[in-house]
């Protein structure tokens, strides 16, 4: 028990950080509500009771901001723990969310159903076809990293970086010909989460609950491979089984987290490291505390472009921004051979 404190404490301190971020940043924004009003709206609506507090909060705070918040949260947390087990699984630290290709992919997908709506409408086909892409960005990689020796890790990242190139080209293409509408697709891809919907939470909350559940049960056979492929099979892991089914899932709560989102980067690199500094490298401990810290880490994000800052800045741009210093930070600390962040 005393072995599990240090671990159990940082938990706690993450979960309590999470729900004060949740309750904070709903209270912030052009209509200030105090932190106390906007905790008795959450818990009238979850107990049915009616809270009592001016009826003009409780719409700003559930149907307004709330989506919002907690949309970014869970993205934040599923960008993270995706990263930690593409980091894991690869067996490098600079692997994440979009070392596959797949953010390429959700990307290529949310600019064609921008520029051609097809009768449906965008807040359903952009989000639509960009998990559409990433999913088939996903089959295209695997089948080209596939060989007679199984899937390696090498082949994988090779592989993506292609696909990802290609794609590329291909965002670029739609962006030439997409004349007066290029501003709503480049919008896009820096990330955003204004207008999010309780719908865009259920959607991304169902998909990294689910992953997150099967990242948990595959967490010790995920530790045994980072000693290497054979080492792993020597102790009874089914590596190529374990490898596929994790890359799936992590690529496809990638994908939905990005459909809902847009483009943002460095959360799935960033947060890991951090992480690991405090967790150690076992994920049955790294795992649930990544989803909590990067869910935290992209909801004060989020609330700073949201509510603080003078103009509103797409949430992709600031964690380049913000995330690419501080990893070349972090980095450059390793490479002297220091401990800690």
Request: charged residues 10%.
């Amino acid at each position: 028990m005393k072995r599990n404190r240090p671990f159990i404490l940082t938990m706690a301190a993450l979960a309590g950080m999470l729900i004060a971020g949740v309750l904070i940043s709903a209270a912030m924004g052009y209509i200030r509500i105090p932190v106390a009003d906007v905790f008795r709206i959450i818990l009238g609506r979850i107990t049915g009771a009616a809270p009592d507090v001016e009826p003009l909060r409780g719409v700003v705070v559930m149907e307004v901001r709330l989506p919002r918040v907690l949309a970014a949260a869970v993205v934040g947390a599923g960008l993270s723990v995706s990263g930690a087990v593409f980091q894991g699984l690869l067996r490098n630290p600079l692997a994440d969310p979009y070392t596959l290709g797949v953010s390429a992919g959700a990307a290529f997908g949310a600019s064609v159903a921008l520029l051609f709506p097809m009768g449906i409408a965008p807040s359903i086909a952009v989000p639509l076809l960009a998990f559409a892409g990433g999913a088939g960005t996903l089959v295209v990689v695997i089948y080209l990293s596939a060989s007679a020796g199984g899937i390696s890790s090498n082949n994988l990242i090779l592989s993506g970086i292609i696909v990802a190139a290609i794609l590329s080209a291909g965002i670029s293409l739609l962006k030439y010909i997409a004349d007066e509408q290029v501003a709503v697709i480049i919008f896009w891809l820096m990330g955003s989460f204004a207008s999010r919907t309780w719908g865009d939470v259920m959607l991304a909350g169902g998909a990294v609950g689910a992953g997150f559940a099967v990242f948990l049960f595959f967490a010790r056979d995920l530790n045994l491979m980072s000693l290497g492929t054979r080492m792993a099979a020597s102790l009874g892991v089914e590596t190529g089984r374990v490898t596929l089914i994790l890359l799936i899932t992590a690529s496809l709560v990638t994908a939905v987290c990005v459909s809902v989102s847009g483009i943002i980067g460095f959360v799935g690199l960033l947060v890991p490291h951090m992480i690991r500094g405090l967790t150690g490298p076992d994920n049955r401990r790294l795992l649930p505390a990544t989803l909590l810290a990067g869910g935290l880490l992209l909801l004060s994000a989020d609330t700073l472009t949201r509510a603080v800052l003078p103009v509103e800045v797409p949430i992709g741009v600031l964690t380049a921004l913000i995330g690419g210093p501080f990893f070349c930070y972090i980095f450059r600390r390793r490479q002297m051979g220091r401990s800690g962040f």
